[in-house]
Every structure is written in C-alpha cells, then in structure tokens.
C-alpha cells in the first residue's frame, strides 16, 4: 500500500465536499484552550488586540480533523473507517488545514468573548482569509476593534427641568391651515416682479476665490429671509429676489459650513450666481374641494385635527428641551473622546433619528429640510454629542433593563403614517427601502431611557416661546458640488 500513498491524487470536489460536511457534523464540545491574549488601548474607544494560540491546540483541533476525516471520509478502494492515517493527510492536506484554521479561530474568538468583556461596537478588524496557520510553533492573530466607551453613570434621579409652556392660539391654527393647503397648491406663472412666497425657477453656480465648484439647473426655490444649503446659508435671500423677473441674475455671498464634508473648503467664502428663467406663484385650493380630497367631513373637523396635530407638536418641542436640558446634565463628564472614523460613520444616523423624531411629531417635509440642512453644517460636532448622548442613554437603558417591542415600534409606524396621510404598511416599506428601519429601534430604546429619567425630573414650567415663522427655505445641495440624496418632493407642482 506504500506505493499506492506516494501517487495519491488530489482529492476531487465532491470527495473534498463530503469529508467537510462529515468533520463539521461530528464537531465536539468546545475545547477549553490555553491561549494568551493581550488587550491594549489604541486610541479613543479602540482596543488593540493580540491572541497566541500554542502549538498544543493547534495539534488538538488537528488530530481532531484527521480523526473524523479517518472514520468518515470516502475514499476510493477504501471502506469507510478503515482509510490509513497518513493517506487522509496527504490526499485532504489543503482541507485539513482550512477545519483546523476554521475551528482553532472560532473556538479562539469565541473563548476570548466569554474570558474578556471588549464590548465591541462593530465588528473587529480582522482578516481571516488572509490569516495562515504556521507548520511549527504557535499561531499568534491581532486586531484593532472600536469599543464602547468606559464611564460610570452620573446620578439622574431629581435633575431639575425647565419646561416650555405654550397654548396653541386659533392664529397658530389658521397658519398651519395655509401651510397644509399648499400642500395641494398649484404652481401658475406670474407676470409681475418677485415677491416674498413666489418660487424662482433658477440655475444656480458656485464659486470660491474664482474656482468654480459646481452647478445646478433648473432650481425651485421659495423667496423666505434665509436659503439653507447642506453646507452654507444665505441670509436676506427674500431682500435679494424681491423685485426680480424672469431674465434677471442676483449674487449672494456666503460662507462654506466649518464642518462641510470638503475639509478643504471648510470657513471659505463662496459666491452663488442665481439667473432666474420664471417667476411664479402658488395658488391654493378652495378650502370645499380640499376637505373632499383630503375625505375630511367639515372645516371644523379639520382645524380640530390641525390643532391636535399642533398640539403634538409643543409635545415634541417640550421633549426636545427637556431632553436637551436631561442630556446637557448626565454628560456633562462625559468628557471620553469618540475616535474621528466612529464619528463620521455615524454622521447619517445621526440624521436619519431626529427626522424620524420630526416625522413622528407631524412637522412638514419643508420644516424637516431646513432641520436637516442646519444640522448637516454642523455634522461633526452635532454627531459627535449625539454619540455620546447615545452611549449615556443605552447604559441607562441597560441599567433600567429597558426593551423595544415590536408593538412599540408598530405604534410609531402607525403615528408617522397618520401624520403624513399614508397606510402604515406604505411608510413600513418606505422605512426599509431607506434604511431607516434600522434607526427605528435605537431611537425607541434611547426616548424611553430618556423618558425613565424625565418621570423622576424635577419639573419648572416657564413661558414658551411662540410658534416660529417659516423663515427658512432649504434645498437638497451642496455649494461644494457635492451630491446631496434627495428626500420625496414636497414643493408644489406647476401647472
């Protein structure tokens, strides 16, 4: 049989396939390895990990694999469990060592879990494919993994909150009345001058230091006191297109957001070109043919809606200082650093959470774009607090053993498609469509944290502040050329 060893061929696909599946089935208890690992800090919230695994489990996890190999494998002239030792591991040599690199990494990996509480944030960085196992001595493995930041939870049980009272007025009603029927206005042309509430049909160009840096064409933009980029902001823009026809250029200087994506312009003048091409004006429907289309039964059924609608809304603004004010408190020692990388990956959740948030609490699509717009300029910066904020509240929700359930997160899918007069099972599918399903869950965990402390705070209403005017337009790009995704359209049609 000596000679047959020494012209062994290959083991073929299905031969190699079946001798896997057989040594993957009769996998053992896990074995208590011997391995020494080593954890160092690599940086704000970032652990330097390295493992050496000795040679006495390496031969363990390979005569493991061989033993199963030997009394499983099917092997040509060979009844099953009686193929030779020294056959198996010549003719499955590339096979054996993949199972002993495959089950020596798991049990390894696994093991340094239960033994070492890293608390990893994301998945470590780690490759696998790349790793070898070596012929003689031990097999050593290091990676670098984000961690959850260390800290010890202030005490939130008291704090002291200032909250916002504010009755919703019938003058508050009969704005929000007007901003709720242009959602159905048209948009017709206008011979005379630009006025305040008209839209411009413009194209727009962007300069800095006489470098141009992009364009846009055919821009829809309502004339309010403030245009609101994702990267900069024009004050007086109402001043700077009233009077303007079709025909006309105007000129706005700005300056680029501190915190723009491009570190390069970042604090550097910009100057926008606006030549505009139409003027036009909304026309709203009669308030009859809008409660038909709406299915609403009366004018009174529908400002008692709008007042409710109003009234959710003072609920969110008085959670949002509330929670403003609890969060300033609790960390206020948090005073860890948050690694650049971590910060910049969570830039979008970031965003995706407070729109929900303003979804949930019946604002338009206009008033969530200009939030949206605002809290882009300052990405960094507003990120950076809400991941510590975030690391705060899911300790506190740990700590008060706080769960979401899918009936909670049916419930704000319900609310959201009752604010935007859509099923639930639509906004469900435009929620997993982008993503922010995701989103869904953390933000439930983090309001009921925050509700745990709000229900022991200290409250002292104060006067709130009136119902802000809609001073602010804000457009889905970037005077840095960059592409911005577009949310659904929300601007009136044209006729």
């Known amino acids: ?252 200087k700005a300056s680029i957001s501190s915190e723009a994506t491009q570190q390069e312009l970042r604090g550097e003048p910009v100057e926008i070109t606006f030549k505009i091409s139409d003027v036009q004006r909304l026309r709203l429907p009669e308030l009859a043919e809008f409660l038909e289309e709406v299915s609403v039964e009366s004018e009174e059924a529908l400002r008692k809606g709008i007042r409710e609608a109003l009234e959710r809304q003072v609920t969110y603004e008085q959670r949002q200082v509330a929670r403003r004010q609890v969060l300033e408190q609790i960390t206020a020692s948090a005073d860890w650093d948050l690694p650049e990388s971590l910060v910049s990956r969570q830039v979008e959740n970031a965003l995706r959470r407070e729109v929900l948030e303003m979804q949930q609490a019946g604002f338009t699509d206009e008033q969530i774009r200009a939030r949206q717009n605002e809290l882009l300029q300052r990405q960094i910066s507003t990120t950076r607090q809400a991941l510590k904020e975030h690391f705060v509240l899911d300790k506190i929700a740990t700590q008060e053993k706080i769960e979401v359930s899918p009936e909670d997160k049916e419930t704000e899918i319900y609310f959201m498609a009752q604010q935007r007069g859509e099923s639930p099972r639509k906004v469900r599918a435009r929620l997993e469509k982008t993503g922010m399903i995701e989103n869904l869950d953390a933000q439930i965990l983090e309001r009921k944290a925050v509700d745990v402390v709000l229900s022991q705070a200290k409250f002292v209403d104060v006067p709130g502040e009136p119902q802000p005017a809609d001073n602010i337009e804000a457009v889905d790009l970037s005077v840095c050329g960059q592409s911005v995704a577009s949310p659904p359209q929300t601007a009136p049609t044209a006729e």
């Open 1 to 252: 049989m000596s000679d047959e060893e020494n012209d062994i061929p290959e083991s073929t696909p299905d031969e190699t396939a079946t001798a896997i599946a057989v040594a993957e089935a009769g996998d053992e208890a896990p074995y208590k390895m011997t391995q020494t690992v080593v954890i160092e800090n690599a940086g704000p919230c970032k652990k330097h990990v390295r493992v050496v695994v000795p040679r006495a489990d390496l031969d363990h996890f390979y005569n493991t694999v061989v033993k199963e190999l030997v009394g499983n494998a099917a092997v040509p002239g060979f009844r099953a469990g009686h193929v030779p030792r020294k056959l198996i591991e010549k003719r499955f040599k590339k096979e054996v060592t993949e199972q002993v690199r495959q089950k020596a990494l798991t049990q390894s990996l696994q093991q340094l879990g239960e033994d070492h509480k890293l608390d990893a944030i994301n998945e470590p960085d780690l490759d696998v494919e790349g790793l070898e196992l070596p012929d003689v001595g031990d097999f050593t493995y290091e990676f670098d993994v984000e961690v959850r930041p260390e800290f010890d939870l202030p005490n939130y049980a008291g704090l002291k909150v200032n909250r916002p009272d504010r009755k919703i007025t019938d003058d508050d009603v009969e704005r929000y009345l007007e901003k709720y029927l242009e959602r159905s206005g048209r948009l017709v042309p206008h011979d005379g001058p630009a006025e305040v509430g008209d839209f411009v049909l413009a194209d727009l160009h962007f300069e800095s230091a006489g470098k141009p840096l992009g364009h846009a064409s055919d821009q829809k933009i309502r004339i309010r006191p403030v245009l609101r980029f994702t990267d900069a902001e024009v004050s007086g823009f109402d001043k700077l297109m009233t009077g303007a026809i079709s025909g006309d250029t105007r000129t706005a």
